[in-house]
């Protein structure tokens, strides 16, 4: 009698081992940088550099608060670069991302939108500035945007078991920001 061995056959690759297509687009201190915005909508959470790395905030229970680390808030949009028209998420601080935030709440479209961004001091963790202007591509010809918390969480290695990091869909809670922002620019100019 023959045993046939079974394979555990499954719809998607365990999250430690996928491998996101999309890059994290973070701006450096040299160089302007042009991406089109595909995402209708922001996202952002606070973020903590501990242990060498990014690694989102995660409510009730954070060992890098527990080891007094500070947080940083970060906005995030699905967006291609202009240039080469690789898809990515845009990292972006405080401050641009409240005028992204701003325009969604006026009901003033982002997707499709040209974002040019620098950081005028030319250092890695100076203000980012950036600056929108109308795209040519009309919406229904650009790609629709990818899952941006999706993405995140495998850039991040939240996995389903964790506690899943808390981020704000601006669209709804855009006062939220602008508290953040508030007397405070979010980037620290060195
Ligand atoms: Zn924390």
């Known amino acids: 009698m023959v045993f ?15 491998i996101s297509p999309y890059d994290l687009f ?6 302007t940088y042009n991406f089109i915005i595909l995402s209708r909508q922001l996202h952002g959470c606070k ?17 890098a608060c527990e080891n007094k680390n500070e947080t940083r808030w970060r906005g995030y949009l699905a967006v291609c670069n202009a240039s080469n028209f ?32 620098h950081r005028p001091s030319g250092k890695p963790n100076g203000r980012i500035q950036l600056d929108l202007r109308p795209g040519k591509i009309p919406d229904k010809e650009l790609p ?18 964790m506690r899943t990091p808390h981020v704000l869909d601006i669209g709804v809670r855009s006062t939220t920001i602008e508290k ?9 100019k060195s």
């Open 4 to 18: 046939e061995r079974k394979i555990a056959w499954e719809n998607e690759p365990p999250i430690n081992d996928a």
């Open 26 to 31: 973070r701006i450096p201190g040299r160089g």
């Open 47 to 63: 973020l903590h550099y501990f242990k060498g790395r990014s690694i989102p905030h995660t409510e009730g229970g954070c060992e």
């Open 86 to 117: 690789k898809q990515g998420i845009l990292e972006l601080t405080a401050v641009p991302a409240a005028q992204i935030a701003e325009k969604i709440k006026l009901n003033e479209p982002i997707r499709g939108k040209i974002a040019t961004l």
């Open 144 to 161: 629709e945007p990818f899952n941006v918390i999706a993405t995140l969480k495998k850039i991040w290695n939240v996995q389903d078991h």
């Open 180 to 188: 953040l922002t508030g007397g405070n620019n979010g980037s620290r």
